[in-house]
């Protein structure tokens, strides 16, 4: 493995450049959604298809305490979640970035970073590779559904070592949009 790091841009998270890899999970003015309880709650409705049962698996609902990597951001490894999907939604007001890659023999060179706001989480396709969050500014929660499954031979977690690592570069995204991603 080369030790220098390859840079790797990041993008802003929309549905549009993330569907290859799965759903955005965020309320928009493109989300299905509509009136209940009596006109006090807005419904968003089926935001990202939850694909747990394969292999009889079955929904989880965790919580993951993420701490920021210290900058800059280098990674060097991948997993894919072969039999489910994962999604992933911040609990704790901070921006995240999201680093991918689609779902099939991994390759790095398409690798491809997103910073999602804090008020926009992700559902990765089954298969899809994808790094652990990584959380900004400070250690950050993170709602996540996923697939469990009981049996000890259940195999839903594949990693991969990058060829040569990936520093992520996303600072030119936050001098775009600070007050986009921080409110």
Same mark, same amino acid.
């Given at each position: 493995?080369?030790?220098?790091?390859?840079?790797?841009?990041?993008?802003?998270?929309?549905?549009?450049?993330?569907?290859?890899?799965?759903?955005?999970?965020?309320?928009?003015?493109?989300?299905?959604?509509?009136?209940?309880?009596?006109? %006090?709650?807005?419904?968003?409705?089926?935001?990202?298809?939850?694909?747990?049962?394969?292999?009889?698996?079955?929904?989880?609902? +965790?919580?993951?305490?993420?701490?920021?990597?210290?900058?800059?951001?280098?990674?060097?490894?991948?997993?894919?979640?072969?039999?489910?999907?994962?999604? %992933?939604?911040?609990?704790?007001?901070?921006? %995240?970035?999201?680093?991918?890659?689609?779902?099939?023999?991994?390759?790095?060179?398409?690798?491809?970073?997103?910073?999602?706001?804090?008020?926009?989480?992700?559902?990765?396709?089954?298969?899809?590779?994808?790094?652990?969050?990584?959380?900004?500014?400070?250690?950050?929660?993170?709602?996540?559904?996923?697939?469990? +499954?009981?049996?000890?031979?259940?195999?839903?977690?594949?990693?991969?070592?990058?060829?040569?690592?990936?520093?992520?570069?996303?600072?030119?995204?936050?001098?775009?949009?600070?007050?986009?991603?921080?409110?």
């Amino acid at each position: 493995m080369n030790a220098t790091p390859e840079r790797l841009r990041a993008q802003i998270l929309t549905q549009q450049s993330f569907s290859a890899f799965g759903d955005v999970i965020e309320v928009s003015e493109h989300s299905k959604h509509f009136t209940i309880n009596d006109g %006090f709650s807005e419904r968003y409705h089926d935001l990202a298809k939850v694909d747990v049962n394969n292999g009889g698996g079955r929904p989880l609902i +965790n919580i993951f305490r993420s701490t920021p990597m210290n900058l800059p951001i280098i990674i060097s490894k991948m997993e894919r979640h072969p039999l489910s999907s994962q999604a %992933f939604m911040p609990i704790s007001g901070n921006p %995240f970035l999201v680093v991918v890659a689609p779902a099939g023999q991994f390759e790095q060179s398409r690798v491809q970073a997103f910073l999602a706001a804090s008020n926009q989480g992700v559902n990765y396709h089954a298969g899809a590779w994808h790094h652990f969050c990584l959380a900004l500014n400070s250690v950050s929660d993170f709602l996540v559904i996923d697939r469990g +499954n009981d049996a000890a031979d259940d195999k839903n977690c594949d990693e991969v070592e990058l060829e040569q690592p990936l520093q992520i570069s996303f600072e030119h995204l936050l001098e775009q949009t600070t007050k986009q991603i921080v409110d």
